[in-house]
């Protein structure tokens, strides 16, 4: 009696104590959904992570430092393409550019975005239940049904598209130097840039709330202040509803232009003399900051059941000189030393490579770091994959699921990743740059300007070059083509990327992206006002 006495109590303890172990790692209740919050920095670089560079010992973002530290740090994440459109379709599709239809940019007088046949997770995600935010910069379209408020987000607020897409009052730092609002008489909407290039002087910078103009031109300046309010309302608005919630953050950091709070010592915004590294420092630690009161609010909640994930839409513009990012080690230096520049818009490391974090506290290991190859495209699979949620079988998806690497410590992520052209050579969308373990081939290379202006020749190579990343990650010396490594990875890749491009050829699910412009469909909340001025934002 004594014995059993004995095994029933061992039995109880065991129980309560598997029980406090599960309570600890946030799925005490079995039937609870897991919130997302996915915070997409634009144009910023691999280097720009203090943690990705400790030797640099700098101290720019200290929150994305605990998280790292607190989380999972990913090294060899890749956004999906090297420019904003179409890395951001594919991350919401989970689909390449040639079959999600979004190749290149969309402009300001698009009439139309991403194709309405293609599904989003956040619509995947609201129809499951989930209550659904958007913050920041779209991109994909904002006309008609094209807007974020019509493809899967209950609340959306930001800018429709880039940050230098539309002229301000105040103009934030870029080079060339943009010029304030042309407010000299009512508004006849044209949508050509200055002779000095990229700058937007006859339409105001829009903010949208929901599918509305509240704010034209907006203020740079108080943007991020706007943003943080909106998102610390969102979690906290959730956490009292008691729902689980997607909350996508695309900021506008790191895309020119940069409009930081800057030291008592510096020149007056208004004059813009400030030509060194301590703007883009400035804006580096204000997107930090921004960062570190997201985790704030979400640890201050449900933090046990609350995936953060941080990562980049394409790397730094290199051509914006001391406003652009660091790419690290990933120079891209068999490009650069032939002239252009190897970041934003091309397919060397340096463009597609970036900082990435996965925080989870009780659920991700703490202070781990990853080496899977890993892409922006993985975050639809993933995320549906974590909520219970089956994507629809009606088409083909090139994005993995990586909950085991995130949870798990699984280490093998994309046997083959495709890196699409972006404006540096080729046609927009071909997948002329392939990964393959340590080696990674170009059919076709190409530069976009670097600083200063210089643009290197465009060049096809048959047979590809192949570089090792394992001992080149600077991507300087291509293997020689004789030799038996070159000859096994040439093959396996040319093997891979043929499969690739009859798979997506023979997809019935392949969307077109309508790119048709229109002056007529630029954002504009009132045609008789200068640059169509409004301001109906309390």
């Given at each position: 009696m004594a014995e059993g006495f004995t095994l029933l109590l061992s039995a109880m303890l065991l129980c309560g104590l598997l029980l406090h172990m599960v309570s600890q790692h946030g799925v005490d209740e079995p039937n609870k959904k897991p919130n997302f919050i996915i915070i997409l920095a634009d144009d910023i670089g691999w280097g720009d992570l203090d943690a990705n560079q400790p030797e640099e010992k700098k101290n720019n973002t200290p929150y994305l430092n605990l998280m790292a530290e607190q989380g999972l740090r990913l090294t060899d994440f890749h956004s999906p393409a090297s420019t904003c459109s179409p890395s951001r379709a594919a991350i919401l599709t989970g689909r390449y550019g040639l079959r999600n239809g979004v190749t290149h940019?969309?402009?300001v007088g698009s009439v139309a975005g991403l194709p309405l046949s293609e599904v989003t997770f956040p619509e995947l995600l609201q129809k499951a239940?989930?209550?659904?935010?958007?913050i920041g910069k779209w991109h994909?379209?904002?006309?008609?049904?094209y807007g974020p408020a019509k493809r899967g987000f209950d609340y959306y607020i930001g800018v429709p598209y880039s940050n230098d897409m539309g002229c301000t009052d105040i103009p934030g730092y870029d080079l060339p130097q943009c010029f304030p609002c042309d407010s000299s008489g009512p508004q006849v909407i044209r949508l050509k840039r200055r002779v000095h290039g990229g700058c937007y002087s006859k339409v105001g910078l829009p903010l949208i709330e929901n599918s509305s103009i509240?704010?034209?031109?907006?203020d740079l300046w108080?943007?991020?202040?706007?943003?943080?309010?909106?998102?610390?309302?969102?979690?906290?608005?959730?956490?009292?509803?008691?729902?689980?919630y997607l909350l996508y953050i695309a900021l506008a950091h790191m895309h020119v232009p940069l409009a930081p709070p800057l030291p008592p010592d510096t020149a007056p915004i208004a004059h813009h003399r400030l030509h060194d590294s301590r703007v883009y420092t400035a804006s580096l630690r204000e997107m930090d900051s921004l960062v570190g009161a997201v985790k704030s609010a979400s640890d201050d909640g449900d933090k046990n059941n609350t995936l953060i994930w941080f990562t980049g839409d394409n790397g730094p513009w290199e051509e914006k000189c001391e406003y652009a990012g660091s790419v690290g080690p990933f120079k891209g230096e068999w490009q650069s030393s032939r002239g252009g520049g190897s970041a934003k818009r091309t397919t060397w490391e340096g463009g597609h490579r970036v900082p990435t974090v996965a925080y989870w506290p009780g659920v991700i290991l703490a202070n781990t770091t990853s080496t899977a190859l890993l892409s922006g495209m993985d975050i639809f699979p993933t995320l549906l994959s974590l909520a219970g949620i089956t994507p629809p079988s009606d088409r083909r998806y090139d994005g993995i699921d990586a909950t085991n690497i995130l949870l798990h410590g699984e280490k093998t992520g994309h046997k083959f990743l495709f890196h699409p052209n972006s404006g540096a050579a080729g046609k927009f969308g071909d997948l002329q740059a392939v990964r393959s373990g340590k080696y990674k081939a170009f059919y076709i290379t190409g530069a976009a300007k670097t600083c200063g202006g210089a643009t290197g020749r465009q060049q096809l190579h048959d047979p590809p070059l192949?570089?090792?990343l394992e001992h080149d990650e600077a991507e300087e010396t291509p293997l020689e083509v004789g030799t038996l490594e070159y000859q096994a990875a040439a093959e396996?890749?040319?093997?891979?990327?043929?499969?690739?491009?009859?798979?997506i050829a023979t997809d019935k699910s392949v969307s077109a992206a309508d790119y048709t412009t229109d002056e007529s469909a630029a954002p504009c909340c009132d045609p008789t006002q200068a640059v169509c001025r409004c301001r109906t934002l309390g």
């Amino acid at each position: 009696m004594a014995e059993g006495f004995t095994l029933l109590l061992s039995a109880m303890l065991l129980c309560g104590l598997l029980l406090h172990m599960v309570s600890q790692h946030g799925v005490d209740e079995p039937n609870k959904k897991p919130n997302f919050i996915i915070i997409l920095a634009d144009d910023i670089g691999w280097g720009d992570l203090d943690a990705n560079q400790p030797e640099e010992k700098k101290n720019n973002t200290p929150y994305l430092n605990l998280m790292a530290e607190q989380g999972l740090r990913l090294t060899d994440f890749h956004s999906p393409a090297s420019t904003c459109s179409p890395s951001r379709a594919a991350i919401l599709t989970g689909r390449y550019g040639l079959r999600n239809g979004v190749t290149h940019n969309f402009a300001v007088g698009s009439v139309a975005g991403l194709p309405l046949s293609e599904v989003t997770f956040p619509e995947l995600l609201q129809k499951a239940g989930y209550y659904t935010a958007m913050i920041g910069k779209w991109h994909l379209g904002h006309n008609g049904p094209y807007g974020p408020a019509k493809r899967g987000f209950d609340y959306y607020i930001g800018v429709p598209y880039s940050n230098d897409m539309g002229c301000t009052d105040i103009p934030g730092y870029d080079l060339p130097q943009c010029f304030p609002c042309d407010s000299s008489g009512p508004q006849v909407i044209r949508l050509k840039r200055r002779v000095h290039g990229g700058c937007y002087s006859k339409v105001g910078l829009p903010l949208i709330e929901n599918s509305s103009i509240v704010e034209q031109p907006l203020d740079l300046w108080t943007l991020t202040e706007q943003y943080k309010s909106a998102a610390l309302r969102i979690i906290h608005n959730a956490r009292e509803r008691e729902q689980p919630y997607l909350l996508y953050i695309a900021l506008a950091h790191m895309h020119v232009p940069l409009a930081p709070p800057l030291p008592p010592d510096t020149a007056p915004i208004a004059h813009h003399r400030l030509h060194d590294s301590r703007v883009y420092t400035a804006s580096l630690r204000e997107m930090d900051s921004l960062v570190g009161a997201v985790k704030s609010a979400s640890d201050d909640g449900d933090k046990n059941n609350t995936l953060i994930w941080f990562t980049g839409d394409n790397g730094p513009w290199e051509e914006k000189c001391e406003y652009a990012g660091s790419v690290g080690p990933f120079k891209g230096e068999w490009q650069s030393s032939r002239g252009g520049g190897s970041a934003k818009r091309t397919t060397w490391e340096g463009g597609h490579r970036v900082p990435t974090v996965a925080y989870w506290p009780g659920v991700i290991l703490a202070n781990t770091t990853s080496t899977a190859l890993l892409s922006g495209m993985d975050i639809f699979p993933t995320l549906l994959s974590l909520a219970g949620i089956t994507p629809p079988s009606d088409r083909r998806y090139d994005g993995i699921d990586a909950t085991n690497i995130l949870l798990h410590g699984e280490k093998t992520g994309h046997k083959f990743l495709f890196h699409p052209n972006s404006g540096a050579a080729g046609k927009f969308g071909d997948l002329q740059a392939v990964r393959s373990g340590k080696y990674k081939a170009f059919y076709i290379t190409g530069a976009a300007k670097t600083c200063g202006g210089a643009t290197g020749r465009q060049q096809l190579h048959d047979p590809p070059l192949i570089f090792n990343l394992e001992h080149d990650e600077a991507e300087e010396t291509p293997l020689e083509v004789g030799t038996l490594e070159y000859q096994a990875a040439a093959e396996r890749i040319a093997r891979r990327r043929e499969e690739l491009l009859w798979d997506i050829a023979t997809d019935k699910s392949v969307s077109a992206a309508d790119y048709t412009t229109d002056e007529s469909a630029a954002p504009c909340c009132d045609p008789t006002q200068a640059v169509c001025r409004c301001r109906t934002l309390g």
